[in-house]
């Protein structure tokens, strides 16, 4: 994504990767120009009002490079000049300010297949394990189901998730040995972990939990919509220690 405005890169980032995408930013020709070698991104974004080299410049590079030369390149601008995008090979134009749909509608040809995000909720109450599902249930997302440690264990050894929703109070295995026992384990302690819990914790208990939780939510007041959020936000922080297949500069 190439952008000598802060402002656009900003908004354009947060645009890509609350869809999934692992985002690349550039601040110049020159930098995007390097990066492009590097990365070899599925599609690239381009500016066209920049200093040291314009857009119209790194566009001609990009097609005049036969390694890049077939990466799909989307003009965002705040200049009108579709007919010289095109003739010198943009994918598609669009004009500043930007909408999130046209943007998204623009690379959706050349979006990779993303597997769907799998979410261990983790909770012995019925209702509120119907509860924490329903706030997940979303397109591409499969939630799978444990009503104690035990079994969690078994559905992790199965297909290791992307998070764990955690309670901590239950029969059998409880949430605190749970968490031990993925802690122990160096294929499972990179597995981000909420705890959504009933308990008035002790500083022995937070203690206890210090290594591996994500977050620590109270029954009492926790939304939904904010735990959504907050792990969405925490999948996204780990994308971006990982390489990914889906990658926009």
Do not use: C
């Not at 909408?99 to 959706?108: D, E, H, T, V």
């Amino acid at each position: 994504m190439i952008d000598d405005d802060a402002t656009a890169r900003e908004l354009i980032t947060r645009y890509l990767n609350d869809e999934g995408f692992a985002v690349v930013p550039a601040a110049n020709g020159i930098e995007a120009l390097k990066l492009a070698k590097e990365v070899r991104p599925t599609a690239i974004t381009l500016d066209v009002m920049m200093p040291d080299l314009d857009g119209w410049t790194v566009l001609s590079a990009l097609k005049g490079d036969p390694e890049l030369a077939l990466i799909p390149v989307i003009m965002v601008t705040i200049v009108d000049e579709q007919r010289h995008a095109f003739a010198l090979g943009a994918a598609g134009y669009l004009t500043k300010p930007i909408k999130r749909a046209q943007l998204l509608g623009l690379l959706a040809p050349w979006r990779a297949k993303a597997r769907p995000t799998r979410a261990l909720v983790v909770e012995d109450d019925p209702s509120q394990l119907a509860f924490i599902t329903a706030a997940l249930a979303e397109p591409n997302w499969e939630v799978v189901e444990a009503a104690n440690g035990r079994l969690a264990l078994d559905r992790i050894r199965e297909s290791p998730p992307d998070v764990v929703v955690l309670d901590l109070m239950m029969p059998e295995m409880d949430g605190f040995e749970l968490m031990a026992t993925l802690q122990a384990n160096a294929d499972w302690q990179h597995i981000p972990v909420f705890v959504v819990t009933a308990l008035d914790l002790t500083e022995q208990d937070r203690r206890r939990l210090n290594v591996g939780i994500e977050k620590i939510l109270s029954k009492a007041h926790f939304s939904t919509r904010d735990l959504a959020a907050r792990i969405k936000a925490a999948l996204r922080e780990s994308q971006r220690t990982a390489p990914s297949p889906e990658v926009v500069s």
